[in-house]
């Protein structure tokens, strides 16, 4: 596998240019990216061999989507999204919520909804993800 490096600037023109064009129909888009992502992020980390969240944490800080991750309890908090532009009027790292969405529909089996609660362009410092399952039983 080859990987392309792309900016946290450059993520952010990109964003800026589909919204120009599609508005806010774009995030949808950024997701589904995320989603496919995400798949390769949890071959990569059942492959690695290490403690599940351990490895997620360590692709994702590696890969640059992140600065630092912690996962406690149905919540994912992130330092320093690649995503992030703080001093937008709402959140932004809709590929990041895509990426964190797969990881947790592979760990529990489950489909997942992944929700962004605090994103670093609004406000703070760091980015909160909840997840819960999707469908209940």
Not at 100 to 112: A, D, N, S, T
Request: hydrophobic share 35%; proline share 1%; glycine share 8%.
């Amino acid at each position: 596998m080859r990987f392309v490096k792309i900016s946290n600037v450059e993520l952010i023109k990109i964003r800026k240019l589909y919204e120009g064009l599609m508005s806010y129909a774009c995030y949808g888009l950024f997701f589904r990216e995320g989603l496919a992502i995400g798949e390769e992020f949890v071959n990569t980390v059942i492959d690695s061999g290490e403690e599940y969240f351990k490895a997620v944490k360590n692709v994702l800080e590696h890969r640059g989507w992140a600065k630092e991750v912690t996962f406690k309890n149905e919540k994912i908090f992130v330092k320093e999204s690649a995503e992030a532009e703080p001093g937008c009027k709402s959140p932004t790292c809709h590929i990041l919520r895509g990426i964190l969405q797969k990881v947790m529909e592979e760990h529990y089996g489950k489909k997942i909804r992944c929700t962004e609660e605090k994103c670093r362009s609004v406000e703070g410092d760091k980015c909160v993800f909840k997840y819960e399952v999707a469908i209940k039983e």
